[in-house]
């Protein structure tokens, strides 16, 4: 951990810089790109029936968007006002009214005909429900009945036989560090959470290389750098606030460098809406861009090593910081044999980018005195994500980048708070403070007061499958809790996972809406219960950011949905009706006792307790982890991990593909074009090359398939590597196998092969298993 405080926002350049202007057309009128004050004009609108509400949500509380950790307009990095519209969209979820009795009890059949969009604009769950079999509707249920009908069950079942689940709609720690005391409380460690999904690999990787599953730097040390690195990740538009960052960096003299399959152009240029001269202008962002193959991440990272190797061997120095490396990491020789094995012919193929290419980033990395890496879903959500990772991890330890000024390892957050997720214990291999390890257990055991059971829990993924076991197995799941999320359109696979869901006895949806996944059958009881928005919650609640801001986000003045409850306190509910008789080894009464409990439980999070105003904040761990090179390992130490070079399973003339996002956040579509790219959500983006060599002309209908699924779309040709294309998420998760999980971390794999053709070749040829047979040579592969 480090020493060293972060001294809070530095202010922008005041003097405009035209050599980063995208053009000199005022706003960028007649290009492709968010329109930022008609965007906000709209969200204005939608929330014009509570507007004083949304004004003191936005000017007061922490933003429940991307992780970032903006409260209310203003951060720790950058002086003035801080507004995207991410967080614009998310807005309408904590100020709509209540649905109409004509919705909440309409029939299921009916309902199902909407879309998640479409039923998320029917307003907030206002009150308990229940549907069982052959029921067409829900029905009111009292919170009493509701929560008895659910303990009951839960008194007959082997705790192997019930899960928890939560996701990262605006989730506070509070609510993470109850479920996962509670769950432990109730005999399971099946309790897991949404960056099983999105980052499980970060964490993973980051804590076999340095010891600590977090950002090591935080968002100043952009701002000054030598290199800026996304590696798979499209900041721009996950976390729009991010860009006044890179303007910020720009100004400094840093280099920006992207690597992704596609050239995105929200990556390229940028109109930041809240700094003038960009907002006028533009900012070009990208001063190049990689585009490898999906999955070929490892070998261009191989490639940057063989080289690094290669100069050292021409001039000792001239690649890797020897002082650094000597004092501070081990495995340097193991790595040199793993990656020098490894011929260029085999780096180029798998990588998808020249030798030379390889060089070149290798060459800048070399002579930069700092450097910053971030990354995202784009290394993440492959069945080798924390390989991908970990050899993130290996370029930093090779050059020195870590735990200094202007230098570290950053896996950017997606959703508000979710860092705080598996801090807090609410997942099925860590505890608050460490992991499921005996001497971690006994010590949260002795602060808890009761016994945690020492058998491995399932992540998310197998909990689900888990659901189609024969009846008399331990892990047959016969109840699952799940506080958000939909699964139908977050798993690979939706016609799979629905049969899971509909597999299961009991499903609780705790949520502020419906979504597609509410409305699915189950065998016993669909239960609803409303919870209530964090900026609802008495005594408010805490969040974590990426860069580890522990941010207080207080309780807002507004109207209140009658019925709904905060989140811990349904669990703590819960739990005191499962076992009465040990109650009061679970009973919270406010979060400021949960606070001080997490500053005991999880030692970093020391200082929590005292957060209680807005405004309030601390960061654990410093400005920089791992500061002076010392790390949070056995021995001091980082570790330089040897990963192999993945098998990437695409027959010759087929295709690989990935999924991307549009104009949504996470699962929630707010539109079905895409600002950036004009691309509809059912286009599939692929080089042009590609498409002339198979008849392929723009708009025309085109099927990709494999052995897992089909999708029907649209060709637009964009800068995307040739080989691959891109679908969007979820609309093309279909394609996505079942079951397959990264082997450390459990993440689902997002990525496959396909076969891409015209739908009219597709469907000349349906009736004579032509389909069929060229299927078969992907699974021979």
């Known amino acids: 951990m480090g020493e060293t405080k972060h001294t809070g926002p530095v202010k922008l350049p005041r003097k405009p810089d035209p050599s980063l202007w995208v053009s000199k057309v005022p706003f960028g009128l007649g290009k492709v790109k968010p329109h930022h004050i008609r965007d906000t004009m709209k969200v204005v609108w939608e929330n014009k029936d509570n507007l004083r509400f949304a004004t003191r949500i936005l000017t007061q509380g922490v933003c429940d968007g991307c992780a970032l950790g903006v409260s209310g307009l203003k951060d720790q990095t950058l002086t003035g006002p801080h507004l995207c519209t991410t967080r614009l969209n998310v807005l309408r979820l904590n100020t709509m009214p209540a649905m109409e009795e004509k919705y909440v009890h309409a029939d299921v059949a009916d309902l199902r005909k ?56 605006g989730i506070t720690n509070e609510v993470y560090y109850t479920l996962g005391k509670v769950s432990r409380f109730l005999g399971t460690n099946n309790v897991d959470n949404a960056s099983r999904i999105c980052h499980s690999p970060s964490k993973t990787a980051l804590s076999r290389s340095i010891g600590v599953g977090a950002s090591t730097c935080s968002y100043k040390d952009w701002i000054g750098t030598d290199v800026l690195v996304f590696w798979g990740s499209v900041a721009a538009n996950n976390q729009p606030v991010s860009t006044k960052y890179m303007y910020a960096a720009k100004r400094k003299g840093t280099k920006i460098i992207i690597i992704n399959p596609y050239h995105e152009p929200a990556m390229d240029n940028y109109w930041v809406p809240s700094i003038a001269e960009s907002a006028l202008f533009g900012t070009k962002i990208a001063d190049d861009v990689y585009q490898v193959n999906i999955g070929g991440d490892i070998a261009f990272m191989h490639g940057i090593m063989k080289h690094w190797f290669t100069m050292e061997e021409m001039v000792h120095g001239s690649a890797i910081d020897h002082e650094f490396v000597s004092k501070h990491v081990n495995g340097l020789e193991s790595l040199k044999e793993k990656v020098m094995a490894y011929e260029w012919d085999q780096l180029e193929k798998s990588s998808g980018l020249t030798k030379e290419r390889m060089m070149e980033l290798a060459e800048l990395l070399a002579k930069s005195k700092s450097a910053v890496f971030v990354w995202s879903m784009g290394l993440t959500q492959h069945r080798f994500g924390t390989d991908n990772i970990s050899q993130v991890a290996n370029l930093a330890l090779l050059r020195g980048f870590l735990g200094r000024e202007h230098c570290g390892l950053m896996p950017i957050r997606g959703h508000s708070g979710v860092q705080g997720s598996g801090e807090m214990g609410a997942d099925p291999f860590v505890l608050p403070g460490g992991g499921m390890d005996d001497a971690n257990r006994s010590r949260v055991e002795t602060i808890w007061g009761f016994e945690i059971p020492k058998w491995q829990g399932d992540i998310v993924g197998v909990s689900l499958e888990n659901a189609l076991l024969p ?37 609780v949806h705790q949520d502020i809406i419906f979504n597609t996944s509410t409305l699915v059958d189950a065998k016993e009881a669909v239960i609803v219960l409303p919870a209530m928005t964090r900026y609802e919650q008495p005594g408010g609640g805490t969040s974590t950011s990426t860069e580890r801001m522990v941010y207080f986000s207080p309780e807002i003045k507004g109207p209140r949905m009658e019925e709904a409850r905060a989140e811990w306190e349904i669990y703590v509910d819960l739990a005191k009706r499962v076992k009465p008789d040990k109650k009061h080894l679970i009973d919270f009464k406010d979060p400021f006792e949960i606070r001080e409990e997490i500053a005991k439980a999880a030692p970093n999070y020391d200082g929590i307790q005292h957060l209680q105003s807005r405004g309030d904040v601390f960061q654990w761990g410093g400005l920089w982890l791992c500061e002076g090179g010392i790390c949070p390992t056995p021995d001091k130490k980082g570790n330089l991990i040897t990963v192999e070079i993945p098998e990437l399973r695409k027959p010759e003339g087929h295709f690989y593909v990935t999924s991307r996002r549009g104009k949504q956040f996470n699962s929630m579509i ?46 637009k040709f964009v800068e995307i590597k040739t080989g691959n294309v891109e679908v969007h998420w979820p609309e093309g998760n279909a394609l996505i196998p079942k079951g397959v999980y990264e082997k450390y971390a459990g993440i689902p794999e997002y990525n496959t092969a396909v076969i891409l053709e015209k739908a009219e070749t597709y469907f000349a040829h349906k009736d004579t298993k032509y389909a069929e047979k060229r299927v078969e040579e992907l699974e021979m592969d």
């Open 114 to 169: 909407m879309s998640s969009t479409e039923l998320r604009q029917l307003g907030r769950i206002p009150y308990p429900l229940i549907r069982k079999p052959g029921e067409k509707k829900f029905s009111r249920i009292s919170w009493d009945d509701a929560l008895d009908k659910i303990s009951d069950k839960m008194k007959v079942l082997d705790p192997k036989k019930f899960a928890f689940y939560t996701t990262s709609r």
């Open 471 to 507: 009846d008399d197995h331990e892990r047959k799941l016969e109840l699952y809790y799940l506080s958000g999320g939909n699964f139908l359109e977050t798993m690979p696979n939706p016609d799979f996972v629905k049969r899971c869901l509909e597999n299961i006895d009991i499903r």
């Open 670 to 715: 707010y539109h079905e074009t895409d600002p950036f790219n004009d691309a509809d959500r059912y286009d599939l983006l692929l080089n042009e090359k590609d498409a002339a060599a198979l008849g392929i002309k723009e708009g025309d209908p085109v099927v990709a398939f494999n052995q897992y699924g089909t999708f029907h779309g649209r060709a």
